[in-house]
């Protein structure tokens, strides 16, 4: 006879809010401390490439914007290398971090990054993967953070090639993962987490 074990039972989930705005980006908050928020800057100096900003707004399934969202975004320099111990490719750029983290505005929730346009990388198979960012969502009402990709509406041809674009089932959902050039450098990426614009989201 199996023994029960009711005195190890699974505590209920939590989604990642309030907090995750005082632990990851204290200054945000108006906690002043460690001298700004990690994160905010991602060029240290001058960098090599295309000089880009993106923004976007996270909206719930209402289409409503989250003021409470905060996002990270990874992604390799212009030249496709990432600044890590790991990459053997070549010597990435030494001015540009490769990692951002924003907690949007307070009254808009838009988000904002001062970033480069990102190189192409391989895949494992040596095809190559079209220029993207990876980008982290969490926010209240979110138990586990998620995963999604941003890539360039003007890159078609790279976009085309990509391995993991060709493999989304419902290719009318890629435009989700575009984003749209605003202007000289600029760029717009909305993220929505329902709805009929739902932002395709990966399970990594």
């Known amino acids: 006879m199996v023994q029960k074990l009711n005195y190890l039972r699974e505590s209920p989930s939590q989604t990642a809010g ?6 990851c980006t204290p200054n945000f908050t108006g906690i002043d401390i460690y001298g700004g928020d990690l994160g905010t800057t991602m060029k240290t100096g ?13 909206y719930d399934g209402t289409d409503a ?17 990432f600044p ?3 990459e053997t490719r070549g010597t ?21 990054f001062e970033t480069v346009k990102p190189g192409a990388v ?14 982290w969502i969490v926010a209240r009402g979110i138990n586990i953070g ?6 360039f ?16 089932e419902h290719q009318n959902r890629i435009p989700t993962l575009l984003a749209k050039k605003t202007g000289t450098g600029a760029y717009r990426f909305d993220i929505h987490l329902q709805g009929p614009n739902e932002t395709v989201f990966f399970d990594i």
């Open 153 to 168: 509406a003007d890159e078609d041809d790279a976009n085309a090639a990509d391995p993991i674009l060709s493999r989304i």
């Open 146 to 151: 998620l995963h999604t990709r941003i890539y």
């Open 92 to 112: 990435p750029d030494p001015n540009f971090t490769g990692w951002g983290r924003s907690p949007g505005d307070m009254e808009t929730g838009e988000f904002r």
């Open 46 to 58: 001058p960098v090599q490439g295309q000089e880009i900003t993106v923004t976007g707004v996270v």
């Open 84 to 86: 890590s111990a790991n």
């Open 65 to 81: 914007p989250l003021r409470d969202a905060m996002i990270e975004i990874w992604q390799p320099d212009a030249a496709g290398l």
């Open 18 to 23: 309030p907090y995750v705005h005082i632990g």
């Open 122 to 135: 391989p895949w494992p198979d040596g095809r190559m993967q079209a220029p993207h960012i990876t980008a």
